[in-house]
């Protein structure tokens, strides 16, 4: 038995992550970066969304970047960006990238001109 309390936030902050993501560590989608930002789609009127996505979709009522979206929530990252790609998905949200994002080296250039630098 642990002495935090029943009800403390020390003690929901160690489960509640992965509850909330349902047990997920990567997000579906690709294309959410620290500075993509999002938006939501305001045609549609979230269905029973669960808390934490509602709170996520309110808080992209104007455009506004992922790393915005996970400062304002409270949320870590990596659960901000699931919860995010979950909502981008269900059509509730999209996405736009940067110019700069378009243009960047994919993962496995970037994997690559390692490699040969450490050859050398």
């Known amino acids: 038995m642990s002495g935090v309390p029943p009800g403390d936030p020390g003690e929901s902050s160690l489960i509640r992550p992965y509850s909330v993501t349902g047990g997920r560590t990567r997000p579906s989608r690709s294309d959410l970066a620290l ?7 305001p045609s549609l009127d979230p269905v029973e969304l669960d808390p934490e996505p ?11 970047s992922v790393a915005e979206v996970a400062s304002r929530s409270g949320f ?11 909502l981008l998905d269900q059509g ?10 378009k243009r960047r080296p994919d993962a496995a250039t970037l994997r690559s001109v390692l490699e040969r630098i450490r050859a050398l």
């Not at 500075?35 to 789609?41: D, E, K, L, R």
């Not at 870590?76 to 979950?86: E, H, K, Q, W």
């Not at 999209?94 to 700069?100: A, I, K, L, N, Q």
């Open 35 to 41: 500075t993509s930002q999002v938006v939501a789609v």
């Open 54 to 64: 509602a709170l996520l979709l309110s808080l992209c009522v104007r455009p506004v």
């Open 76 to 86: 870590a990252l990596g659960v901000v960006r699931i919860l995010l790609a979950d």
């Open 92 to 101: 509730y949200a999209v996405v736009h990238g940067s110019e700069w994002e």
